[in-house]
């Protein structure tokens, strides 16, 4: 359902986030490299406000995908998210050397992502990834794109479920935390928060376009922030070349600004070049959110652009924008 707000409502409901993520965002800090730190929800963990986001990283040259990883980790970053379907496994492979390769393993916080809902698809994966990112224990794994019909009671499935492989590896140590992501259907989010599984983190479209359609920012991020569960953006410039900036005439930086003065953990960002790395590091030292004057500014130019949700083309289920091994299970009529 298409959510219509006035601008003022739009101010009301940001705000009513920071009031409801205090922990989030009077936790924050600046690192050693002057990068801003926030507490991961309920953990304990401190994260950089700004991460690499690990399809990008599998995308490019692996030289210098390698190469961006050491400089952003020795600027401060210190977040690498990452999926098993990631560029058919080379994000997990790349990432893996990168890592290796700068004896980083103890400086970064680690996430991926498993696509199978079922039980022994999803050890499979765990062990693919642990192997492809040479460590013996991921930080945080998350339930990838969960957005398909049925996906809840799959994942839930007491015998067969995807979660019980999950508690079953972080019973033996090989990660810490566990989430869920996706990124077409609000009420999908809240469906898995209301299950009686405590989450660690949740993954969710969080940009200047989300906020007047379909809105995560609205239905979803209160809910996760009530329960001190960490909450993780993406899509702040919805693909690499920043779709959001050709369709409003608003900088990328402004884009990303916005998404990061929400009170979430760290925004997940897709980086293919040295430069757009170095503009969010130059962002996210010595962060200060927008004033309520700039937010509301952004928000009255998103609004005619955002309201038929064409931007925001992932939200469409006909467009098939997801998991490609899931969308491919479905169609076999397995899992």
Known sequence: MKHEFSRREFIQTLMAGVLLGPAVLQSQASNAGGIATRLFGKTGERVSIIGFGGWDLGFIDEKLAIQMVHHG??????????????????????????VASGKLRDKVFLMTKVCARDYEGAKRHLEDSLRRLHTD????????SI???????????????????????????????????GHQKPQVHIDMLSMPFEWDAVLMPLNIMDAH?????????PIVLERNIAAMGMKSLVGSFSRISQKVN?????????????????LVCGWQNMDEMQLCINIARDFKPLTEGKIEELLDLSKTAAADGATEF??????????????????????
Request: proline share 2%.
């Open 137 to 144: 224990h991921i930080d945080l794994v998350m339930l990838h």
């Open 314 to 335: 992932y939200k469409d289920g006909s467009k098939g924008y997801g998991c490609s091994y899931h969308s491919r299970v479905l169609r076999e009529g397995q899992g």
């Open 213 to 221: 359609y379909n809105s995560y920012q609205k239905t979803v991020l």
């Open 250 to 266: 608003v900088s990328a930086e402004l884009c990303r600004r916005y998404s990061m003065s929400l009170p979430v953990s760290t």
């Open 147 to 181: 957005q398909y019909d049925g996906d809840r009671d799959r994942i839930f499935d007491p015998d067969n479920g995807a979660l019980k492989a999950v508690i079953e590896a972080r019973k033996a140590g090989k990660l810490k935390y566990i989430g869920f992501s």
């Open 73 to 98: 980790v020795g600027e401060g970053i210190n977040f690498i998210d990452n999926a098993w379907e990631y560029n058919k496994g080379r994000s997990e492979e790349v990432v893996g050397k990168a």
